[in-house]
C-alpha cells in the first residue's frame, strides 16, 4: 500500500508541477506583437522567402518507422541480457512481439510504402 502511495504522491505532484509551469508561461509571455517579433529570425540576416518549406509526406512516413523499429530495439536489449535467467514463457512473449512487428513491416513492405520514389 505504501508503494501506491508513493506513486499517487508522485503523479499528484507533476501534475501541479506542469500546470504551474503552463501557467506561468502564460504569465510571462510578451503580449505585445508587431511585424519585426513575427518575422523569422535569421542570424541577422533579413528573411528573404518564408520560412515554412514544403517536404514530401514520404520523409515523416520514413521517421515513424525508424521510430518504432528503434523503440522495439529498446524493448528487447533488455531481454537480451537477462535471456538466461527468464523462462520459456518469456521467450515466448519476445518472439511474439518480434513476430507483431515483423507483421507491421511486411505489411508495408506489402502496401509499397517504403518505395522512394
Do not use: H
Not at 49 to 76: G, P, Q, W
Not at 94 to 114: D, M, N, P, Q
Request: net charge positive.
Amino acid at each position: 500500500m505504501r508503494e501506491f502511495t508513493c506513486l499517487a504522491i508522485f503523479v499528484i505532484v507533476s501534475a501541479v508541477f506542469a500546470v504551474i509551469m503552463i501557467a506561468l508561461g502564460f504569465l510571462c509571455q510578451y503580449r505585445k506583437t508587431s511585424p519585426v517579433k513575427n518575422s523569422t529570425y535569421e542570424c541577422g540576416i533579413s528573411p528573404f522567402s518564408d520560412a515554412r518549406i514544403n517536404f514530401d509526406i514520404k520523409y515523416f512516413n520514413y521517421a515513424i518507422l525508424f521510430l518504432i523499429f528503434d523503440i522495439e530495439t529498446i524493448f528487447l536489449y533488455p531481454f537480451a541480457v537477462s535471456i538466461n535467467s527468464l523462462g520459456l514463457f518469456a521467450v515466448i512473449e519476445a518472439f511474439l512481439f518480434i513476430g507483431i512487428l515483423l507483421f507491421g513491416l511486411f505489411f508495408v513492405i506489402k502496401k509499397k510504402f517504403l518505395r522512394w520514389i
